[in-house]
Each structure stands twice: as C-alpha cells, then as structure tokens.
C-alpha cells in the first residue's frame, strides 16, 4: 500500500530553519508531493508542491531527493505563529491523498 | 485565500436522521471534493466532482451521496446519519485534474452524531 511517513514531533528555535522531512517511498512517476500545515482547527492551508525538482515561494522551501522517495520541508526563518501540524502527502490517479500521520512543530522563543 | 464557504460549521444531529454540508465557492474551479479527516487516518476522499452533475465515489463513500448542481456548490448529504460518520469533513477544490494543482481547502465542517 501506498504510505507516507513523517516524525510525529519536532522543535525548533525561534528564527532558526524547522527542516521537516517525510517519506514517500512508493510515490509513482507523475505523482507530485504537496505540504500543507494545519493551525489548531482550521482547514489545511497549502504551504508548497513539486514533483523532481527543488522549489521555493514565500512560505517555504522544498527539497526532493533525487530518487523522489523523500523530501523535506524548509521554513527558513521560523517565527511561533509557524506552530502547526505540517502534512505531506501525494495524490494517486484516484484524487485519493497519500497522507501523511503529519508533524506537530512547536517553535520555541 | 482560495473562496471557500462550507456551511454548517458545526452541527449534533441524532442518529438516523440526514444531514446535508454545503460547500460554495467562487473561484469558478472545475473540480471539488469532500473529505473526511479522523485521528489515525488523516484525510480520505469521500466524493469527488469533475464538473456540474458529474460525479464519482472516493474511497470512503458509503453512507454518504452528493450533488452538484451550479459549478459553485457541492453537496454532500448523510441519508441516515450514524455515529461512525461524526468526523471534521473538508472540502477542497482544484482547478483541473491535472496532479500538480494546488488543492485549496476550506475551513471544515464538525458534525457529531448521537
């Protein structure tokens, strides 16, 4: 079956880089990895996505292994509001989400 | 933030009895879903819809039916609610099919049934 895995938790200082990194080790050829994060009960909020290639926007880096079967997530300058549960995860052909059990980041002052 | 207005944001209904979540967007995408998040499982796929009255199941369906009617709405509706469907149910949307669109979700929908 197809599965992703993440740590469950992590800590990191306050204006350091939170590297988060995930498994996806049965990802297929077309099937891109997406992070998101939730914040308390709110809805997922989209943070980045790629399929081989390294990417960055505003929010975040990603870093895809060249073998595609892990990635990391890179917030490079962490503030407390980054406080969240991170997801990673894919989509089959299906629109079914690989998801991830997701990691709880807390960012201390 | 992408537009999206689920409603009712929380809801305790009985059991047997049916419950119908709105999801209205304005973004004008092509494709929504409805998905369900319980501890342990993360998110799983309920319905999904690829355009007005074309729809298909996910891998969660059963128990639950949906309609779209406008491009702006998805319905999902629970025929006879029963307490293993009290969940936080998402629902998303995405310009095509196309794998590497961003999925836009919305704020969620908490529904116990007792």
């Not at chain 1, 197809?2 to 204006?15: F, I, L, N, R, W």
């Not at chain 1, 809805?43 to 990603?62: D, F, R, V």
């Not at chain 1, 079967?69 to 299906?94: E, G, Q, W």
């Not at chain 2, 059991?15 to 409805?34: A, F, K």
Request: glycine content about 8%; charged content about 20%; hydrophobic content about 30%.
């Amino acid at each position: 079956d197809a599965k992703t895995t993440q740590p469950p938790s992590m800590d990191c200082a306050e204006g350091r880089a939170a590297n988060l990194p995930c498994n996806h080790s049965t990802i297929s050829g077309n099937e891109y990895v997406y992070w998101y994060r939730q914040i308390h009960s709110q809805g997922p909020q989209y943070i980045i996505h790629g399929l081989k290639n390294n990417e960055t926007n505003e929010m975040a880096s990603l870093i895809i292994t060249e073998d595609r079967k892990s990635s990391t997530l890179i917030l490079p300058h962490a503030t407390l509001r980054d406080t969240a549960v991170y997801y990673c995860f894919t989509m089959d052909s299906n629109y079914q989400l690989i998801w991830g059990a997701g990691t709880k980041l807390i960012i201390k002052p | 933030d992408a537009g999206i207005t689920q409603s009712p944001r929380h809801k305790v209904t009985e059991t047997g009895t049916p419950v119908t979540l709105r999801c209205h967007q304005t973004e004008n995408h092509r494709y929504m879903y409805w998905y369900r998040q319980d501890p342990g499982h993360g998110l799983r796929l309920i319905h999904y819809s690829y355009g007005v009255k074309d729809t298909d199941k996910g891998e969660v369906s059963d128990g639950y039916s949906v309609s779209r009617s406008k491009t702006e709405d998805f319905l999902l509706t629970l025929e006879s609610a029963t307490s293993s469907q009290t969940s936080v149910y998402f629902c998303a949307i995405s310009e095509s099919a196309y794998t590497g669109n961003t999925i836009y979700f919305g704020e969620g929908s908490w529904l116990t049934v007792v």
